[in-house]
């Protein structure tokens, strides 16, 4: 890594820990800054403080004292959940103190060159399309970011021979100054987390910042079927990219004649495509855009499309048993996440929903539950709203039930040979399970015992 010299010998502020705030505030330390953490847990249940202060970083639990923010402060760095209007943050903004996210320090210390993707969806499944492509090409890739992985963290062993592929949402670029990714990846743009940003005008700008510091030397690849991205990219100074599933694009990505056409380069049918829906048909063009650009090998790109099962929890291929096809689709916890869920498939679907009860309508499902579901089992807080909704689609066969695995069991033996059955709650999953994961990571264990009773038949 970089061992720069911006930030020794000053006093720097680490709002929030986390697994962020921690390696943001190692990082520091290591490049010779004043640290003092700050974070609301208190200490005695604060193991990352705790670990911090074995390393001498100063640490203040179980509060944000605002005399934190004073005259001796050279920056602030907050992790990306801690929200602008927070009293810490606004009392820096006004002292016109630099306040950065992770990511900023990521950018100063990679000695790799990085691709940035944002977007309201597809993310998550785009970054890792990406890091899938690269990989037996000219440079060995890095995953980091809001995938999972901090990104300061996975800059300190990058090097010139890697490329760092880092998934970004707007909390972590409103934080930046300088960060350039080489190549930006801009998916979508719908209205989304305006709770914490106010307004969408703001969320926008955050998102702009993806590529507001490039250079006529970079690349900005964009959603050309998106108006509010198309509109947006026209601010942006480096080589613009479009990618589309609706019209045919000479310099980009896009569907001619049923082929997925990459810089005029034919890749392979649109069909072959292993990952369902249109939404996963514009990801994929936009990541072998950006990895054929980065130096991906196009037999690596067209090996990944075919057969990529997805990102864990977002529609990610479970396997088939006597003609069944299960889909794993837990990270879908509201209604709109669903609806592209059931979009995707041309085939009959068996649908699994249901958990916490915030109160919230399902009529929204109606007109997709009418046109492409079968069978629906709904269970958990909210199952009889579920049920209700598949009344007013005219669903042919509705069940409720108490649990997933009921659910999932009574899904697989009121299924026929062709049908997909699909996890796609439409809730959020904190009636009966911690995270949307282990929701998922239960569907999955049934789903295997159901294969494994069958083949033993």
């Given at each position: 890594m970089k061992m720069?010299?911006?930030?020794?010998?000053?006093?720097?502020?680490?709002?929030?820990?986390?697994?962020?705030?921690?390696?943001?505030?190692?990082?520091?330390?290591?490049?010779?800054?004043?640290?003092?953490?700050?974070?609301?847990?208190?200490?005695?249940?604060?193991?990352?403080?705790?670990?911090?202060?074995?390393?001498?970083?100063?640490?203040?639990?179980?509060?944000?004292?605002?005399?934190?923010?004073?005259?001796?402060?050279?920056?602030v760095v907050k992790n990306p959940g801690?929200?602008?209007?927070?009293?810490?943050?606004?009392?820096?903004?006004?002292?016109?103190?630099?306040?950065?996210?992770?990511?900023?320090?990521?950018?100063?210390?990679?000695?790799?060159?990085?691709?940035?993707?944002t977007g309201s969806n597809g993310k998550t499944t785009t970054t890792t399309y990406i890091g899938e492509m690269l990989y037996g090409g000219e440079?060995?890739?890095?995953?980091?970011?809001?995938?999972?992985?901090?990104?300061?963290?996975?800059?300190?062993?990058?090097?010139?021979?890697?490329?760092?592929?880092?998934?970004?949402?707007?909390?972590?670029?409103?934080?930046?100054?300088?960060?350039?990714?080489?190549?930006?990846?801009?998916?979508?743009?719908?209205?989304?987390?305006?709770d914490y940003h106010g307004?969408?005008?703001?969320?926008?700008?955050?998102?702009?910042?993806?590529?507001?510091?490039?250079?006529?030397?970079?690349?900005?690849?964009?959603?050309?079927?998106?108006?509010?991205?198309?509109?947006?990219?026209?601010?942006?100074?480096?080589?613009?990219?479009?990618?589309?599933?609706?019209v045919t694009i000479q310099n980009?990505?896009?569907?001619?004649?049923?082929?997925?056409?990459?810089?005029?380069?034919?890749?392979?049918?649109?069909?072959?495509?292993?990952l369902p829906g249109e939404h996963n048909l514009s990801n994929a063009l936009a990541a072998a855009t950006a990895a054929i650009l980065a130096g991906g090998k196009v037999d690596q790109v067209k090996h990944v499309l075919r057969t990529f099962a997805?990102?864990?929890?977002?529609?990610?291929?479970?396997?088939?048993?006597?003609?069944?096809?299960?889909?794993n689709n837990s990270k879908a916890t509201n209604v709109p996440a669903t609806v592209t869920a059931l979009r995707a498939f041309k085939q009959p679907i068996v649908l699994i929903a249901g958990g916490l009860d915030r109160g919230l309508s399902f009529d929204g499902l109606i007109p997709l539950l009418s046109e492409h579901v079968s069978k629906i089992v709904s269970y958990g807080e909210t199952k009889e709203a579920i049920a209700e909704a598949a009344r007013k689609a005219n669903v042919p066969f509705i069940k409720t039930v108490s649990s997933l695995e009921e659910a999932t069991r009574l899904a697989f033996e009121k299924s026929v040979s062709g049908e997909v059955i699909l996890l796609s709650p439409a809730c959020a999953s904190w009636d009966q399970f911690r995270t949307f994961e282990q929701r998922g990571d239960e569907f999955t264990r049934v789903v295997k015992r159901i294969f494994n009773e069958n083949l033993q038949e």
């Open positions: 720069i010299k911006k930030f020794e010998e000053k006093n720097v502020l680490v709002i929030g820990l986390a697994k962020s705030g921690t390696e943001a505030a190692r990082l520091l330390h290591k490049l010779g800054a004043k640290v003092t953490v700050n974070d609301q847990k208190p200490y005695e249940e604060n193991t990352q403080a705790q670990e911090l202060e074995k390393l001498g970083i100063s640490v203040v639990c179980g509060s944000h004292p605002e005399n934190l923010i004073n005259k001796t402060v050279d920056y801690i929200r602008y209007d927070h009293p810490l943050v606004v009392k820096a903004i006004d002292m016109k103190l630099p306040v950065y996210t992770e990511v900023e320090l990521a950018y100063l210390i990679s000695e790799a060159e990085m691709i940035g993707i440079k060995e890739p890095l995953l980091a970011g809001n995938i999972g992985e901090v990104s300061c963290g996975v800059a300190q062993q990058a090097t010139t021979q890697h490329e760092m592929v880092v998934e970004l949402s707007s909390f972590q670029l409103m934080g930046i100054e300088t960060f350039t990714p080489r190549i930006a990846v801009f998916l979508n743009l719908v209205e989304a987390h305006i307004s969408m005008d703001e969320y926008m700008n955050a998102k702009k910042n993806i590529f507001l510091n490039q250079s006529d030397s970079d690349y900005l690849i964009y959603n050309a079927d998106d108006p509010l991205v198309s509109d947006i990219v026209q601010e942006a100074k480096a080589e613009l990219i479009p990618f589309s599933t609706k980009g990505a896009s569907i001619e004649d049923g082929w997925i056409k990459v810089f005029n380069h034919r890749l392979m049918e649109a069909k072959e495509l292993s997805g990102v864990k929890h977002r529609l990610e291929y479970v396997g088939e048993a006597v003609g069944r096809s299960f889909y």
